[in-house]
């Protein structure tokens, strides 16, 4: 079973940078691929990035792909979302979550942190 604890989340104004980070332990090899999503009060959470362990494939949404980067250390089983030019409308709890296949549905995942607030906001 694998467990997820996210960090570096915070206040930061328009335009600014926070880069999170997800520790994880118990992973197997199926468990090949994480993945960040955010929710904001009173909307689904949604997909924001995910990454394969093993190459290191990369998936973003649309809305952050030319501001967020998702990476990976495997010798340190963490992930990292370096996230720039960030805007209020990514202000939500960001979650990093675990699973089989890079996916862009929550459901597809079966492991999750407890999650870490971005706010945006001047």
């Known amino acids: 079973q694998v467990q997820a604890v996210e960090s570096g989340g915070g206040l930061v104004q328009p335009g600014g940078s926070l880069r999170l980070s997800c520790a994880t332990s118990?992973?197997?090899?199926?468990?090949?691929?994480m993945a960040w999503f955010r929710q904001a009060p009173a909307k689904e959470r949604e997909f924001v990035a995910a990454?394969?362990?093993?190459?290191?494939?990369?998936l973003y949404a649309d809305s952050v792909e030319d501001r967020f980067i998702i990476s990976r250390d495997n010798a340190k089983n963490t992930i990292w979302l370096q996230m720039n030019s960030l805007k209020p409308e990514d202000t939500g709890v960001y979650y990093c979550a675990a699973g089989s296949y890079m996916r862009k549905s929550p459901a597809e995942y079966a492991y999750w942190g407890q999650g870490t607030q971005v706010t945006v906001s001047s």
């Open positions: 990454i394969r362990w093993n190459g290191g494939r990369t």
């Open positions: 118990g992973r197997t090899l199926s468990d090949a691929a």
